[in-house]
């Protein structure tokens, strides 16, 4: 019997990378919007994998996949079950998503933005001392976008995102570098949460500060300029939150 071509098995793969990946969001925002209670006994891989119309390979990797980002556990004879919050990892951008798009917490905001200010403010000042000159020019063309952006001519919120990757990018730590995903995760849903209460966008002014101390090397001024503009952002919410 022949073997099926090349292209069928990659589609077929392909398709089925799709479903699981899938039935991983569906079933991961269900868990994060609290449709599945922490601790109780939670659906087996057949009634999971009839519910959804899905395969039980599908549906086990799925599984998996939720498992590793902290919102699943198993027990001997006690099966599997949704893990407490605490233990998901808010570093796993499906997971930040998904907390982010339920109803909207002021609280979970402030939090990040919390864990910001504990990382980009050094972060621009590492990016003053080390930045290259393509990297300068990368965080110049982010401000660029955002004056754009003010006229009309590109998109607010992935140019002020283009901005703060750039600058996590200039740091040279590769440890803030990965940062950029979390960042640009959440800040879909901060920027435009923060824009609403200020009634604008972004201050161009504040950014370009930062980029000015990074171009100049001043890694104090850089640091400061970068700590105002965050905690600009903490007292809106915090504003928001009274």
Request: hydrophobic letters at 45%; aromatic letters at 6%.
């Given at each position: 019997?022949?073997?099926?071509?090349?292209?069928?098995?990659?589609?077929?793969?392909?398709?089925?990378?799709?479903?699981?990946?899938?039935?991983?969001?569906?079933?991961?925002?269900a868990i994060?919007?609290?449709?599945?209670?922490?601790?109780?006994?939670?659906?087996?891989?057949?009634?999971?994998?009839?519910?959804?119309?899905?395969s039980?390979?599908?549906?086990?990797?799925?599984?998996?996949?939720?498992?590793?980002?902290?919102?699943?556990?198993?027990?001997?004879?006690?099966?599997?079950?949704?893990?407490?919050?605490?233990?998901?990892?808010?570093?796993?951008?499906?997971?930040?998503?998904?907390?982010?798009?339920?109803?909207?917490?002021?609280?979970?905001?402030?939090?990040?933005?919390?864990?910001?200010?504990?990382?980009?403010?050094?972060?621009?000042?590492?990016?003053?001392?080390?930045?290259?000159?393509?990297?300068?020019?990368?965080?110049?063309?982010?401000?660029?976008?955002?004056?754009?952006?003010?006229?009309?001519?590109?998109?607010?919120?992935?140019?002020?995102?283009?901005?703060?990757?750039?600058?996590?990018?200039?740091?040279?730590?590769?440890?803030?570098?990965?940062?950029?995903?979390?960042?640009?995760?959440?800040?879909?849903?901060?920027?435009?949460?923060?824009?609403?209460?200020?009634?604008?966008?972004?201050?161009?002014?504040?950014?370009?500060?930062?980029?000015?101390?990074?171009?100049?090397?001043?890694?104090?001024a850089?640091?400061?300029?970068?700590?105002?503009?965050?905690?600009?952002?903490?007292d809106?919410i915090?504003?928001?939150?009274?």
């Amino acid at each position: 019997m022949a073997s099926p071509p090349a292209a069928s098995t990659a589609a077929a793969n392909n398709l089925g990378r799709n479903l699981t990946y899938g039935l991983q969001e569906v079933i991961g925002r269900a868990i994060v919007v609290g449709e599945y209670a922490t601790g109780k006994p939670f659906p087996t891989e057949a009634d999971l994998a009839r519910q959804h119309g899905v395969s039980r390979s599908v549906t086990r990797e799925a599984m998996k996949m939720l498992a590793a980002k902290g919102l699943l556990g198993a027990r001997p004879r006690q099966g599997t079950f949704v893990q407490p919050d605490d233990q998901w990892n808010l570093f796993d951008t499906d997971v930040l998503r998904w907390i982010l798009e339920r109803k909207l917490s002021v609280k979970t905001l402030r939090q990040f933005n919390e864990l910001r200010i504990g990382v980009e403010p050094r972060a621009a000042a590492l990016a003053a001392q080390r930045a290259r000159p393509s990297q300068v020019a990368a965080i110049a063309a982010g401000l660029q976008r955002m004056r754009d952006a003010e006229r009309g001519q590109d998109d607010t919120l992935s140019a002020d995102i283009e901005f703060h990757v750039a600058v996590l990018r200039a740091s040279g730590n590769p440890f803030y570098v990965q940062f950029r995903d979390i960042v640009s995760t959440a800040l879909r849903t901060s920027i435009r949460f923060t824009n609403r209460i200020a009634g604008r966008s972004a201050s161009i002014d504040d950014h370009a500060m930062v980029h000015s101390a990074i171009a100049s090397g001043q890694a104090q001024a850089a640091h400061d300029a970068m700590y105002k503009l965050i905690d600009d952002v903490l007292d809106l919410i915090g504003n928001a939150a009274e």
